[in-house]
């Protein structure tokens, strides 16, 4: 910095410098040291989730916002999942991040703030009377297929009411309806529908209510989610459909009614049956109808025309006619079982006939005859058979005997040697010079004198 612009007012002693980094470090433990945890209420925004697992978000009203951050290990213990745009209550502690040089909220708790509270409310309710039974299904009641006439608990000038009416005007116009008139928003408007059940059980005046109203918030459907409003269902002696907010809202109301429809027009299509169909399945039992009258007509001229057939068949003369073919038919059968009889025995007879020739003694020496030519036969053929069998193992035999006869070898110009003690010679030194040896050919025999022996 120029000498003409730098400070003279102090000296350097006087002098006590900061840097950016420690100004920070310092005004960080004023603001952890100075103020003790707060709860806060806002709305969140720019919410963040990084890989680190750590939530960072900032927290607004309508005229101020603050940055925030709330670490893995305080998040994974959170009841419920932040979103952008809830509104939350968060206990947390003043810091500052340096780096930045911002004030932030370190968040060590955090919870639903408005809906929240009432959702944690709702849960504990609902709890509540799931394990007192009143959810039981076994306890539901039967909602009639077509009632006399259908009471509708709901404000007169909402538009639950004008849905719930054009959809039974459209569907089957012919059942009356009765509106119970009552408030569906608002602090007193529990305690009124609760008296209105009463009111309608009390008087007995529809077979089948419908408790109904538009959507709305989880604030706005509050009336049907407190336990005087569950406790006047469940008691209720009339079947009731519920059919509160929108199909994806469920109130208490829903799980304790008989059944639950998702719009008031679906709770309308329930209690009423369709016109159309109904005209259609009458004219289907109709024609029905028809088509089993005309059946059973023919079905009687039928029987008639098969009794006027019995009564002909029981006149005398029938009876007198089927005993004359009945006759008939019998002396048929006699003289089929006499022929039968004759031609069995004469069957038998040539069979004896047969069996007699046979056993004649001529009868048997020519069967003998014709035995003994044929043994004979088979006899000569065995024979000339095994002769020629012989032959053929005799040639081998003398073949494989001339092949390894010495004769053979002989002939091929070898002799046996051999000493006078007929001991053959198989090498030179085994006899002495002057030794008398006789050698075999092929054809006689030599007597001869070693003169040398040569090794």
Request: aromatic share 6%; net charge positive.
């Amino acid at each position: 910095m120029p000498d003409s612009l730098a400070d003279t007012s102090l000296t350097g002693a006087d002098r006590d410098v900061y840097s950016v980094s420690r100004l920070n470090q310092t005004a960080r433990k004023l603001l952890e040291q100075g103020l003790a945890r707060i709860w806060l209420e806002g709305e969140i925004s720019n919410l963040a989730r990084p890989s680190s697992g750590h939530l960072y978000f900032t927290l607004k009203d309508s005229k101020a916002q603050i940055r925030g951050a709330m670490f893995r290990s305080r998040n994974q213990l959170l009841r419920f999942t932040p979103k952008e745009g809830m509104q939350v209550l968060v206990r947390a502690r003043i810091s500052l991040y340096e780096p930045r040089g911002d004030y932030q909220l370190i968040a060590e708790a955090m919870q639903e703030a408005g809906d929240g509270v009432l959702q944690q409310a709702y849960d504990a309710l609902k709890l509540k009377l799931e394990k007192e039974g009143l959810f039981n299904p076994d306890k539901k009641q039967v909602i009639p297929t077509l009632a006399t006439r259908i009471g509708v608990i709901t404000s007169p000038s909402g538009a639950a009411i004008r849905d719930v009416l054009s959809v039974l005007k459209r569907r089957f116009p012919a059942i009356p309806v009765l509106v119970y008139p009552v408030p569906v928003q608002g602090k007193d408007a529990g305690r009124e529908i609760a008296a209105m059940l009463q009111t309608a059980a009390a008087r007995k005046e529809c077979d089948v209510l419908i408790l109904t109203r538009g959507g709305g918030s989880l604030e706005d459907l509050w009336a049907f989610n407190e336990e005087i409003v569950a406790r006047a269902i469940h008691d209720c002696p009339i079947p009731l459909i519920s059919a509160v907010g929108h199909e994806v809202d469920f109130t208490i109301a829903d799980f304790v009614a008989d059944q639950r429809a998702p719009t008031p027009s679906a709770a309308a299509e329930l209690v009423s049956p369709d016109q159309a169909e109904w005209q259609a399945q009458v004219a289907g039992l109709e024609t029905r109808c028809a088509r089993s009258i005309r059946q059973l007509m023919a079905d009687n001229r039928e029987r008639l025309r098969w009794l006027e057939q019995r009564l002909q068949l029981r006149h005398p003369g029938q009876y007198l006619r089927q005993q004359a073919q009945r006759l008939d038919e019998m002396e048929q059968r006699a003289m089929l079982a006499i022929n039968t009889y004759f031609n069995k025995l004469q069957y038998h007879l040539n069979e004896a006939l047969g069996n007699l020739k046979q056993a004649t003694p001529g009868h048997k020496i020519s069967r003998t005859e014709l035995q003994r030519q044929a043994l004979t036969q088979r006899l000569h053929s065995a024979i000339n058979e095994r002769l020629q069998t012989g032959q053929q193992r005799l040639a081998v035999a003398c073949k494989s005997l001339d092949t390894i006869s010495p004769l053979a070898t002989l002939e091929r110009g070898y002799a046996i040697v051999t000493k006078p003690d007929n001991q053959v010679l198989h090498e030179a030194g085994s006899v002495k010079a002057g030794e008398q040896i006789e050698a075999r050919l092929a054809h006689g025999r030599l007597l001869c004198t070693v003169d040398r022996i040569i090794k």
